[in-house]
């Protein structure tokens, strides 16, 4: 995230659009590749097809990331939370790194 971020900073104004796209699972061959249908047990798959229109409404916003999907967007913004929390504590006790 911080190498497409710096580059969509670097990239604004020149033309150029830089968007991290986060998709989380997605109905693909991945699961069945790797052979664990266990690996996206219990979650909801995002289609393929969703994740592109996530894609272009990010550069279509001239964002430098986008996340598909509620939960996604939400375990995201723990986690972030999480990593703040413990810089400035110098831990945190809520959530494991």
């Given amino acids: 995230m911080s190498f ?3 580059l969509w900073a670097e990239m604004r104004g ?5 968007l991290a796209l986060c998709p ?5 061959g991945f ?4 052979g664990s249908e266990e690996l996206g047990a219990g979650q909801k798959l995002s ?5 592109v229109q996530t894609g272009f409404r ?4 001239g964002r430098s990331y986008i996340i598909d999907g509620r939960n996604n967007y939400f ?3 723990m986690m972030q ?3 703040t929390a413990g810089a400035l504590q110098g831990s945190c006790d809520w959530c494991v790194l």
Avoid at 14 to 18: F, M, P, Q, S, T
Avoid at 31 to 34: H, L, Y
Avoid at 58 to 61: A, S, Y
């Fill in 4 to 6: 497409s971020e710096a």
């Fill in 14 to 18: 020149r033309g150029v659009r830089v």
């Fill in 24 to 28: 989380g699972a997605t109905e693909t």
């Fill in 31 to 34: 699961f069945d590749a790797v």
């Fill in 47 to 51: 289609t393929p097809e969703k994740v």
């Fill in 58 to 61: 990010g550069i279509d916003q």
């Fill in 75 to 77: 375990m995201a913004q």
């Fill in 81 to 83: 939370s999480c990593r």
